[in-house]
T-cell receptor, first 112, second 110 residues
Framework: DAGITQSPRHKVTETGTPVTLRCHQTENHRYMYWYRQDPGHGLRLIHY???????DKGEVSDGYSVSRSKTEDFLLTLESATSSQTSVYFC???????????FGSGTRLTVV | EDQVTQSPEALRLQEGESSSLNCSYTVSGLRGLFWYRQDPGKGPEFLFTLYSAGEEKEKERLKATLTKKESFLHITAPKPEDSATYLCAGLQGGSEKLVFGKGTKLTVNP
């Protein structure tokens, strides 16, 4: 999607290894979000950021950490990947947290 | 606990057969009700935001409405290209967090 890029698009990793997913935006939006999407659960918020170095937890934050050192980049780290973290991860951005969010194309992560 | 429930889970329509998707919500201090469309393998695409009961918004064959307890996405004379999963989400009061429903998968047969 224009203005927001997720990398990598696909990744297979082994249980117990650390994994970092990257979200990059060119819109200069204040808010950035990480969601995971699983069959039967819909989209669930992992962590979000409301400014550089300002982050907060979502409903499924256990096992995940985030960092935002620049406005344009929001990193999601799985410290020690588990099979339950196999999912599709979406990043989203918003100018003010109220009006329509813009989502990235997603990262499909498989933990074997 | 804040919750968004969508029904039905799946809906099959013939081309031209109008119908409605339902989104019921219990979101404290709702600040906005969002509708998204998601195609397979892609991220959700923003459709509408509704802010107050009685509000309606339209885009092509889609019209979204909002009451105090639920929202409807009406699809008039759908075409096969309208096939997608439609997601509803509520923005919690006092936060910047969207609470999503599980979606309705719409299939429109030619």
């Amino acid at each position: 999607d224009a203005g927001i890029t997720q990398s990598p698009r696909h990744k297979v990793t082994e249980t117990g290894t650390p994994v970092t997913l990257r979200c990059h935006q060119t819109e200069n939006h204040r808010y950035m979000y990480w969601y995971r999407q699983d069959p039967g659960h819909g989209l669930r918020l992992i962590h979000y950021s409301y400014g550089v170095k300002d982050t907060d937890k979502g409903e499924v934050s256990d096992g995940y950490s985030v960092s935002r050192s620049k406005t344009e980049d929001f990193l999601l780290t799985l410290e020690s990947a588990t099979s339950s973290q196999t999912s599709v991860y979406f990043c989203a951005i918003s100018a003010d947290g109220i009006y329509g969010y813009t989502f990235g194309s997603g990262t499909r992560l498989t933990v074997v | 606990e804040d919750q968004v429930t969508q029904s039905p889970e799946a809906l099959r329509l013939q081309e031209g057969e109008s119908s409605s998707l339902n989104c019921s919500y219990t979101v404290s201090g709702l600040r906005g009700l969002f509708w998204y469309r998601q195609d397979p393998g892609k991220g959700p695409e923003f459709l509408f935001t509704l802010y107050s009961a009685g509000e309606e918004k339209e885009k092509e064959r889609l019209k979204a409405t909002l009451t105090k307890k639920e929202s409807f996405l009406h699809i008039t004379a759908p075409k096969p290209e309208d096939s997608a999963t439609y997601l509803c989400a509520g923005l919690q009061g006092g936060s910047e967090k969207l609470v999503f429903g599980k979606g309705t998968k719409l299939t429109v047969n030619p």
